[in-house]
């Protein structure tokens, strides 16, 4: 009889990859074999880079425009759809923010040396001379010519170069309206399209993250091999991640009540009571797409959101809200490019707030979907994607906490909706003898 072959879940190889990462980057120095590491090990993790570079572009074209256009009843539902839209919108910014300002307070990234800093900065120096040439680019434009660079003059060369990824997002923005503003029936063929195109690039993202714990590993083993195995290099990371999980949770127990108690007719402790599956649910699946018939669930027979407008709003979510993962990119940004010694001005970091706030739009509801909306976020102000290499390892755990965090941030903005509609305790269906 064959015995059924064990099989791994992808973040437990992920963690595995990060771990023998380690170790062959701490062999790799003890034995001299730096070289070694920097010849046939770091290209496995150059290609990993690559892959998620290569799908980011089709990723936020396709999810950003199927995303919107599945607001089938916004002409009917005009009022509700701009308050949904206007609330998360919001909802992400400030998100964006709170993660701006803890990491800038914290500063986890600058744990290393000066010397050690400057190192790494020799080591990229071409990613930070173009860095700092467009930000003095940017100091001597006009005020407007941040809006005038978001409307691409070549859709396709703007889709050549993932810096361009605002133009790229604004297409897919006028795209989508256009779409919307024809008739069903007009659209219908595009709208499958679509569908199944959103089905394989969905498909692709998993396939690339399959080869995640190779890329780690490679990244890893590497960066360790280039540091010496400085000890800096495990502190800084431990500090982000912390920081990271310690801002999530503020957000899950903090942000999120004041929303509820402020704006809403949902009493806190039954809005935790009620949510808690949900966030069970979201926290083992990563997925916020898969939470969703449960919180659809929670929030109309146990919260007595109506229908209607749960039907409407948390779909919506899904696809556009993304607050734990918003704060995770405007992190993990500032401390990628703390540690390559890279001071980022105000106007890059008003550029990874909106960067961020428009890439959480298209970014997909699926684990590893965040990682890739990061590479998206770290181009557009210049910061090497290499860097990703320092989070991968503590990126599972994260992955599950900021899930939650979307799905909470979901089913806050749900009731707040509802709430300012009276949807609130409507009886549409007899729900009693429901599970």
Request: charged content about 15%; some cysteine; overall charge neutral.
């Amino acid at each position: 009889m064959n015995k059924r072959k064990r099989k791994y879940p992808l973040w437990l190889k992920i963690i595995f990859g990060m771990i023998i990462g380690i170790i062959w980057g701490l062999i790799a120095v003890k034995t001299g074999l730096e070289t070694f590491t920097e010849n046939w090990v770091k290209p496995w993790g150059t290609i990993f880079i690559k892959l998620l570079k290569l799908v980011a572009v089709p990723l936020i074209f396709v999810s950003l425009v199927k995303g919107i256009t599945s607001i089938t009843d916004i002409t009917k539902l005009s009022r509700i759809g701009a308050k949904t839209l206007g609330l998360y919108i919001a909802s992400t910014v400030i998100a964006i923010i709170f993660g701006l300002v803890l990491v800038n307070m914290i500063k986890p990234g600058k744990t290393f040396s000066e010397e050690t800093r400057k190192e790494f900065q020799l080591q990229y120096e071409n990613n930070v001379k173009d860095s700092e040439n467009i930000a003095d680019l940017v100091k001597e434009r006009p005020p407007l010519s941040f809006i005038e660079d978001m409307v691409p003059d070549n859709i396709v060369s703007a889709s050549g170069n993932n810096s361009n990824m605002l133009q790229v997002i604004f297409f897919s923005l006028l795209f989508s309206i256009a779409i919307i503003i024809l008739e069903a029936k007009q659209v219908k063929v595009v709208k499958e399209l679509f569908d199944g195109l959103n089905d394989i690039i969905l498909k692709i993202v998993d396939i690339i993250m399959r080869f995640a714990p190779v890329g780690v590993f490679a990244l890893l083993s590497a960066l360790i091999a280039e540091f010496s195995g400085d000890v800096q290099l495990f502190v800084a990371l431990g500090k982000y991640a912390v920081l990271t999980i310690a801002g999530l949770l503020a957000m899950i127990f903090g942000l999120y009540p004041l929303y509820v108690r402020l704006f809403t007719k949902v009493r806190t402790r039954d809005f935790y009571k009620h949510l808690m599956p949900v966030q069970m649910v979201a926290f083992s699946t990563s997925s916020s797409a898969a939470t969703l018939p449960v919180t659809l669930k929670q929030c109309t027979q146990k919260l007595k959101i109506s229908r209607s407008v749960a039907n409407f709003v948390l779909p919506v979510g899904v696809t556009i809200n993304m607050d734990g993962s918003s704060f995770y990119q405007a992190v993990s940004a500032v401390f990628i490019a703390q540690v390559f010694g890279l001071d980022l001005d105000i106007t890059q970091q008003l550029t990874i707030i909106l960067t961020a706030t428009l890439a959480s739009i298209g970014a997909p509801g699926v684990p590893g979907g965040a990682v890739i909306m990061l590479v998206i976020v770290l181009s557009s102000v210049g910061i090497p994607a290499e860097g990703l290499a320092l989070i991968m390892g503590v990126e599972r755990p994260l992955d599950m906490i900021r899930t939650v965090a979307n799905v909470t941030g979901d089913s806050a903005i749900t009731s707040i909706v509802a709430s300012t509609e009276n949807e609130v305790g409507v009886e549409e269906f007899d729900d009693e003898n429901e599970d």
